[in-house]
């Protein structure tokens, strides 16, 4: 599948739907399974479900394809997966619990 169009897509959704601190994390040199993590943050759960619904919308208008959708807004945490690219919607608190970002990190390595 042809990322390009389909991250566009999902910026425009996730700009339309006002989501914050939005990040992009390139994980095609780090897995086979997939191209690219988008994180975002959504202030309530009802944006949240908003940001869900139009990511989907934007995904399909580009012709791109859904595998699966998990979570609630209740919950803190949707991800919507998209094959090559996973879009993870946070709360402010799951966000900060969860620390994703942090996994994708450069590792320091120990000088001996």
Same mark, same amino acid.
């Given at each position: #599948?042809? *990322? /390009?169009?389909? #991250?566009?897509? !999902?910026?425009?959704?996730?700009? +339309? ?6 990040? *992009? !994390? ?7 399974? #997939?191209?690219?993590? $988008? !994180?975002?943050?959504? %202030?309530?759960? &009802?944006? #949240?479900?908003?940001?869900? +619904?139009? $990511? ?6 580009? =012709? =791109?394809?859904?595998?699966?959708? +998990? %979570?609630?807004?209740?919950? %803190? ?6 094959? /090559? ?11 900060? &619990? !969860? ?14």
């Amino acid at each position: #599948m042809k *990322t /390009d169009p389909i #991250m566009k897509a !999902i910026k425009t959704a996730l700009e +339309e739907k006002k989501a914050e601190d939005i990040i *992009t !994390i390139d994980v095609r040199d780090k897995t086979p399974l #997939m191209d690219f993590h $988008v !994180i975002c943050t959504a %202030g309530n759960s &009802r944006k #949240m479900d908003a940001i869900k +619904e139009e $990511v989907e919308h934007q995904i399909i208008l580009a =012709g =791109g394809k859904l595998h699966h959708i +998990e %979570g609630k807004p209740e919950s %803190g945490w949707i991800l919507v997966d998209a094959f /090559d690219i996973i879009v993870h919607i946070f709360s402010p608190e799951e966000r900060d &619990r !969860i620390k994703l970002e942090d996994i994708f990190k450069p590792k320091r390595s120990k000088t001996i």
